[in-house]
């Protein structure tokens, strides 16, 4: 992904696998009135023009990146107790993405977009997925 703009990681807290992401956003829970995947979270990002000139949402699944989604809008969100909250409105489509170690964190962090990982080529992003531990390790010595 070219330069221009940066991107959320955030752990995909729940989910050991994409798969699992991808059958909660399939949920009503998930999604927001329009239908589409969001994320609700307490901040709100201060780099909101950067996010939304093609920046994505890349997720942490036990101590790795293996997905991403285009953020697509930020929308505020307004819980049952009366406190605004940020809802990451977020593209249906999951990408798979090359294994990238990522230490635990709280909340979102920023992602520069030369330090995402690469999307996984099309015919890759179907295989079986190894192990989060594995691929962490493959990841670290240079092997993706």
């Not at 940066?6 to 989910?15: D, Y």
């Not at 997720?59 to 307004?78: C, E, H, N, P, S």
Request: with cysteine.
């Amino acid at each position: 992904m070219a330069g221009g703009h940066v991107n959320l990681v955030k752990l995909c807290v729940g989910a050991e696998r994409v798969e699992d992401l991808i059958d909660w956003q399939k949920t009503a829970r998930a999604k927001g009135p329009d239908g589409l995947p969001r994320h609700v979270t307490r901040m709100w990002p201060k780099r909101v023009d950067e996010l939304l000139a093609g920046g994505s949402l890349y997720w942490v699944f036990k101590g790795v990146i293996l997905a991403r989604q285009r953020i697509v809008r930020l929308d505020q969100v307004t819980g049952a107790d009366g406190i605004d909250r940020c809802g990451i409105v977020l593209d249906p489509a999951v990408l798979r993405t090359e294994a990238m170690p990522k230490r635990p964190f709280q909340g979102w962090r920023y992602l520069r977009a030369a330090d995402a990982p690469r999307d996984l080529p099309e015919g890759r992003a179907q295989e079986d997925d190894l192990p989060p531990r594995l691929m962490a390790a493959l990841a670290e010595i240079g092997v993706r």
